[in-house]
């Protein structure tokens, strides 16, 4: 067998607008329009079936292809719940001037923005919106038997008039009990020492957690050598995330076996109005601290007067 | 279908070989007894010179598996790619060999319709999941891999926390080489587990030649070895089905 090559070739990369893909099974024909993104295992484009918008995912790499295909038939057979985009044909198609065959697949197009995309631009306040959504999906995935795996903002993708997340790249979709097929290394838990890579819900919540922080590194930031300490740190060092602080941990820790348990607990935190329990707290504090905050007041004007009066002074001798 | 096993020796060099027999030849050797060779590549900043990227190329290639070039930090997620892809080729030219003696010598998965061959995947995928693997790791220790065997040492750590999420079972063993005597070292003996690296990592010292020829041959003895060993103890041989890939 022959040596095969990680990344997808030049030529799948580089397809011209304009070019007809046709599918050699089952005839259909695709006109390329502009590419969307470039995965590990291939390229995906837009693309034109008569007068639809259609996603196109072509590759070299044929088992891979058919393992997701795999997923999104199962997602497709899931009535009522709109979890991946739909799967609407898979074919090969015989490159002209390579004479070579390549799998593809199309997909319904989702148009919107990425999850980081999306939150810069209409703000903060989207984030929790967007991951409420997220978990109650999550949890219809996970009841199927089935966990995402390669959870990150950039699989993430708000559309619609009304916004509404939708997952995207089935690449690490897993059957439950299984190793994880395909991850990135800042929302993996191994990557982290916090876990194993064995499809549980709980993997995917670990991954929840950790695009919050995202949202709020938007950067990323690098593993270093304790990486629980590390990211105790992003998180009691941001107001955003501190405000959710327990329920991170309890994310990252694996303590949550299901995603609903996650979003309750949101919606709990939401709801307490932290905002006037801190006030009260500070005025308690403020009770206790009076007697030394009345000896700081005095001490602070005494030094005050003392200042002008040297201030005085000088512009006297001057 | 009956459980079997996989043997893989996976090689993380950074060059040519310039001391003994002729690693390709090594390699093919290996894979006609069954073991994939798989090669990685660990690039610095610097280019990896021709020849001994035709070297990296044609050890996979004759070895039956797959060669990548990467840049020390995507070491790990290189390891355990390079790793599970050499398992679905493998189980997939298994399955290839079985089809052509149903369906006659000119099927294959790629002559399948996509309807086919997604559930011909399917069951690749199950096998994948729960097959046994041994995978023997050589790591070349000479001169200028010094300064990244930090990485490479987490990079095992990860793939062994990748592959133990699977259902079947997972043994690893690592060799360096050159060893302080002879060609190569044996660090770490077959074990599920990976994490005793850690504490034999840091105390590796480089040499200047790169035995790589003679490191895979010794590689494959050590499979052969363990099968005699296991003939030995568990009487019925049917116990462990090896996997092997035909052209």
């Known amino acids: ?318 | 279908m009956r459980k079997g096993t996989l043997r893989q020796i996976l090689l993380i060099t950074d060059g040519c070989s310039n001391q003994g027999e002729d690693p390709i030849a090594m390699a093919a050797l290996a894979k006609e007894q069954g073991i994939t060779v798989n090669v990685i590549g660990v690039l610095d900043q610097d280019i990896i010179d021709e020849q001994g990227l035709r070297e990296i190329e044609g050890i996979a290639q004759s070895g039956g598996g797959i060669s990548q070039v990467v840049y020390a930090k995507q070491l790990s997620q290189t390891v355990q790619m390079v790793t599970r892809k050499a398992m679905t080729q493998t189980l997939q030219g298994v399955i290839n060999r079985e089809l052509k003696q149903i369906l006659g010598s000119h099927a294959s998965i790629e002559h399948l319709s996509p309807e086919k061959r997604v559930e011909v995947m399917e069951v690749v995928e199950e096998l994948g999941e729960t097959v046994n693997l041994q995978v023997l790791i050589l790591v070349d220790t000479s001169g200028s891999m010094k300064t990244k065997l930090q990485t490479v040492k987490e990079a095992l750590l990860d793939l062994s926390i990748s592959l133990n999420a699977r259902l079947g079972n997972n043994e690893f063993s690592v060799f360096v080489f050159p060893g302080k005597k002879g060609e190569v070292d044996r660090i770490l003996d077959w074990t599920p587990k990976m994490e005793s690296i850690s504490s034999v990592f840091p105390k590796l010292t480089s040499g200047g030649i790169t035995p790589t020829g003679p490191a895979i041959r010794e590689a494959v003895q050590q499979f052969q070895k363990r099968r005699s060993l296991k003939g030995l103890f568990t009487h019925d041989g049917d116990d462990d089905v090896y996997i092997e890939q035909s052209m």
């Open chain 1, 1 to 318: 067998m022959t040596v095969m090559t990680m990344y997808t070739s030049n030529n799948l990369c580089n397809i011209r607008t304009g070019t007809v893909i046709q599918g050699k099974w089952h005839k259909r024909h695709y006109e390329i329009i502009k590419p969307l993104g470039k995965g590990a295992n291939g390229v995906v484009y837009l693309a034109k079936e008569g007068r639809a918008f259609v996603a196109l995912k072509i590759s070299n790499e044929a088992t891979t292809m058919m393992s997701e295909v795999n997923v999104l038939k199962r997602f497709s057979e899931v009535q009522g719940i709109t979890l991946g985009p739909c799967l609407l044909d898979v074919d090969d198609w015989l490159h002209p001037h390579e004479k070579k065959i390549y799998s593809f697949y199309v997909m319904e197009y989702i148009e919107g923005d990425d999850l980081l995309t999306f939150i810069q631009k209409r703000g903060k306040e989207w984030i929790i919106v967007i991951i409420l959504q997220l978990l109650g999906d999550l949890h219809k995935l996970h009841e199927k038997g089935w966990v995402f795996g390669d959870l990150k903002p950039d699989n993430l993708i708000v559309s619609g008039a009304v916004p509404k997340v939708r997952l995207i790249d089935v690449g690490g979709t897993t059957i439950r009990g299984r190793a994880i097929k395909e991850f990135t290394e800042f929302f993996d838990r191994g990557y982290w020492g916090m876990g194993t890579r064995k499809a549980e819900p709980s993997y995917d919540l670990f991954a929840v957690a950790m695009i919050m922080m995202n949202m709020c590194y938007p950067k990323r930031f690098e593993r270093k050598e304790n990486g629980r300490e590390q990211l105790r740190l992003m998180i009691s060092s941001h107001p955003y995330l501190k405000k959710y602080e327990k329920i991170l941990w309890r994310a990252l820790d694996g303590k949550y076996t299901c995603a609903h348990e996650m979003r309750k607990d949101l919606l709990q935190c939401m709801q307490q109005p932290t905002e006037q329990k801190e006030k009260r707290e500070g005025r308690t504090v403020r009770v206790k601290g009076k007697k030394k905050f009345r000896l700081l007041e005095t001490m602070f004007l005494f030094v005050c007067l003392l200042f002008m009066y040297v201030v005085y002074l000088y512009v006297q001798i001057l």
